[in-house]
């Protein structure tokens, strides 16, 4: 028999009464929201434009907060890791939730506007700038370059790291280069000596034609490269406790700082990569490093010449370890991916 209870409350409003028991935690309730877990008592099936409002809101925190972190995040270095440090943080969003959006926002970014890695990004005209080139080389000398080409870079042993300034655009360059067969290094042998199959693979890549080459570390660069990123934020942490290290502040303080300046890096990246203009993408990175140094003498004080030693000592440690673990990486993705 059919309750006559049910038809006397229209459907709507049947499901959007509130029990008397918290669905969740079972706790008897009261208010429009569970006193003992925080859930909503008034539950119904979610609507198209709620499942959307949800899903933005999540995943891209398009809300209030958004705004007012942006604001405090770009006009003010270092201003919202002495926020949250100072327990305000109900009006902002999360370090590592700011942190994961912007960062999914550039590498969105990069993917989708045709943003490639490997050999034949420098060796056809950039449609984009900047554009990133990887090496993964024998030991036989390298070409010096067209004569309007402007090179930085930093050879460490088999590794190098530089910035190409062209007239088309500019390029980000990380490499190995690998001892030849006949005059090994100790440590090509022992990973031959390892993975017997490592010479055969490496053959391979070699024989690869530029696009292959291109097309298969672009992949992995986008498959594997967010999670490098994300792993380097502790080790940028890192250099800063060593170097304040008399402070005694606690680590996770600077992995705080660590966020924050990374997620201001990610914005400076995603719009030097919109830049149409060469002098445009240098002033933005020329805006990155001043921003760290004033972020870091914003939160920890000190005099102005200490803070700028330190973040000399920085810039360089970090970006040094940059330079060795990316065409690790590279390599791997070189030799591994599909």
């Known amino acids: 028999m059919t309750s006559t209870h049910l038809h006397a409350v229209p459907a709507s409003a049947a499901d959007h009464a ?6 969740g935690c079972q706790t008897r309730l009261g208010v429009n929201f569970c006193p003992q877990c925080g859930q909503e008592a008034v539950l119904h099936p979610p609507s198209m434009g709620e499942f959307v409002a949800e899903f933005i809101g999540h ?23 002495k926020a949250y440090m100072a327990g305000k943080r109900v009006n902002y969003m999360q370090p590592l939730r700011l942190f994961l959006t912007l960062s999914v926002i550039l590498f969105a970014l990069l993917q989708f506007s045709g943003f490639s890695v490997g050999e034949s990004a420098r060796e056809g005209k950039a449609e984009k700038a900047p554009s990133v080139s990887a090496d993964i080389g024998k030991a036989e000398a390298r070409e010096a370059g067209a004569a309007d080409i402007t090179r930085y870079e930093v050879k460490l042993g088999y590794y190098n790291f530089g910035v190409d300034i062209t ?26 000596t390892v993975f017997p199959t490592f010479q055969q693979s490496l053959d391979r890549y070699y024989a690869l034609p530029p696009e292959q080459k291109a097309e298969r570390m672009t992949h992995g660069f986008f498959a ?15 250099f800063l406790k060593l170097l304040y290290l008399p402070s005694g502040r606690r680590y996770g303080e600077y992995l705080l700082f ?6 201001f890096a990610f914005f400076v990246m995603a719009l030097a990569h919109l830049a149409p203009w060469r002098w445009g993408v240098r002033l933005l990175l020329a805006v990155l490093f001043l921003y760290i ?3 870091m003498h914003n939160v920890y004080g000190g005099a102005a010449l200490a803070t700028i030693a330190r973040w000399l000592v920085l810039m360089v440690a970090y970006l040094l370890t940059l330079a060795l673990i990316i065409p690790q990486v590279m390599l791997f993705i070189s030799l591994t991916s599909v």
């Open 59 to 81: 995943y891209v925190a398009i809300e209030g907060k958004l705004w007012r972190t942006m604001g405090q995040l770009l006009l003010r270095p270092g201003g919202l890791t």
């Open 224 to 238: 594997r490269m967010p999670y490098v990123i994300f792993f380097m934020v502790p080790v940028f942490a890192l």
């Open 258 to 263: 660590a966020l924050h300046v990374n997620a």
């Open 167 to 192: 007239p088309d655009g500019n390029h980000v360059n990380f490499g190995m280069t690998l001892p030849s067969t006949d005059n090994p290094s100790l440590a090509l042998t022992a990973l031959r």
């Open 18 to 23: 509130a029990p008397e028991f918290c669905p």
């Open 293 to 295: 140094v004033r972020a």
